[in-house]
Nanobody, 126 residues
Framework: QVRLVESGGGLVQAGGSLRLSCAVSGLTFNSDTVAWFRQDPGKEREFVGAFSWSGGSAYAESVKGRFTISTISGYNVNHTAYLQMNSLKPEDASVYYC?????????????????WGQGTQVTVSS
């Protein structure tokens, strides 16, 4: 059974940094892709970034150069994906979701991802 659990959201000042975590079970990072999306009330969930070990990475233009996805995994270690967010702006405030799909193709399309976490709120004060 695949399960994704996000953590690390909170309140940060504009210009600050925050790191979100996504604990992943039921998938292996060497053959799957993880991604982060975000969603504001009344709006569609939008792509933030995606990463796979053999497929590379992709980021939305709005976060490129400021956000980075990384993963850790290994024997007897919890598989975890991170979203490091630097130079945060008020417009980055949103609910952030971790997502995953089987296969190494890095996709920006929401419907390509079968597995989702519950979301974590990020608030950026100006």
């Amino acid at each position: 059974q695949v399960r994704l659990v996000e953590s690390g959201g909170g309140l940060v000042q504009a210009g600050g940094s925050l790191r979100l975590s996504c604990a992943v079970s039921g998938l292996t990072f060497n053959s799957d892709t993880v991604a982060w999306f975000r969603q504001d009330p009344g709006k569609e969930r939008e792509f933030v970034g995606a990463f796979s070990w053999s497929g590379g990475s992709a980021y939305a233009e709005s976060v490129k150069g400021r956000f980075t996805i990384s993963t850790i995994s290994g024997y007897n270690v919890n598989h975890t994906a991170y979203l490091q967010m630097n130079s945060l702006k008020p417009e980055d405030a949103s609910v952030y979701y971790c997502a995953a799909r089987r296969g190494t193709m890095v996709s920006r399309a929401r419907n390509e991802y079968n597995y989702w976490g519950q979301g974590t709120q990020v608030t950026v004060s100006s």
